[in-house]
């Protein structure tokens, strides 16, 4: 029976790579010269930090960021952002916390969305992924579709270990 893994995480290595884009560009425009603005990701806390010296350069940064990320095919769902704060004598900054997982109230929602859908088959949650079971491989596509672009699904997910 065809079954595949659905997870929820962010491809760091991408998203590395959209951060030094943004940099590149950050430092190739004329209305940033002289500017100390940045974003860096915090692997860590996994945050992405965006610092400039007012709310306009902090959102340009912000713009020119998600640019460069849906270049690289990361979501923006599972971003939250904050609110732009003073850090420092002129700087200001935002957070983007990146969720990554499921969560409690991310596996219900799943699960009531998966009956929702009227999917045919099984599927269990496990270690950090769901295992999604039917005999239809089309099913699993649509399913997979469906869960992916609901309104209410505030999590970035992908396909793994596709099994036919």
Known sequence: ???????????????????????????GRFDFKGSEAKAEYKEKEKII?????????VKTVLDILRTNMGKRGIGFRG??????????????????????GFDKDAQKLMNRLIKESGFKGKSQYMDEK???ESKSIDELQTLFQFLKTHKDMNLELHMENMKR
């Open 79 to 100: 971003m939250k952002e904050s609110p732009i704060e003073n850090s420092g004598l002129k700087a200001k900054k935002m957070t983007l916390s990146l969720s990554t």
């Open 49 to 57: 930090e965006i610092k400039a010296e007012d709310e306009m350069k």
């Open 130 to 132: 769901f295992r999604l």
């Open 1 to 27: 029976m065809p079954t595949f893994d659905l997870v929820s995480r962010i491809d760091e290595m991408e998203l590395n790579n959209a951060l030094k884009n943004t940099e590149k560009v950050i430092s």
